[in-house]
């Protein structure tokens, strides 16, 4: 099994910044592609941004210019800088992992992390 804990949300005004960040930890895996969702109240949950092994990124149009996803394999962790927020961003983060464990592909979900953003 892989564990992902999360960490680095909070409350924080609009236009501020938060770094949010994913560590993946366990024994026998390899990770592949890791990306950051987001579930606001009433709402399903929705891809915000991700990154494959090589670091090609990908993100949902309505945070283009203003997160930044990026990933340290050395440590395992996966993080999410987000600038300009808005109260739109408020929701739980969670992270999600594509990982080969001992050779056999599974998905894994972090906890989630809450965002508030104040107008």
């Known amino acids: 099994q892989v564990q992902l804990v999360e960490s680095g949300g909070g409350l924080v005004q609009a236009g501020g910044s938060l770094r949010l960040s994913c560590a993946a930890s366990?024994?026998?895996?390899?990770?592949?592609?890791m990306g950051w969702y987001r579930q606001a109240p009433g709402k399903q949950r929705e891809l915000v941004a991700g990154?494959?092994?090589?670091?090609?990124?990908n993100y949902a149009d309505s945070v283009k210019g203003r997160f930044t996803i990026s990933r340290d394999n050395a440590k395992n962790t996966v993080y999410l800088q987000m600038n300009s927020l808005e109260p739109e961003d408020t929701g739980v983060y969670y992270c999600?992992?594509?990982?080969?464990?001992?050779?056999?592909?599974?998905?894994?979900w972090g906890q989630g992390t809450q965002v508030t953003v104040s107008s």
């Open positions: 366990g024994r026998g895996f390899s990770m592949n592609r």
């Open positions: 999600n992992l594509d990982a080969r464990v001992w050779g056999v592909s599974s998905n894994f």
């Open positions: 990154i494959t092994s090589g670091g090609s990124t």
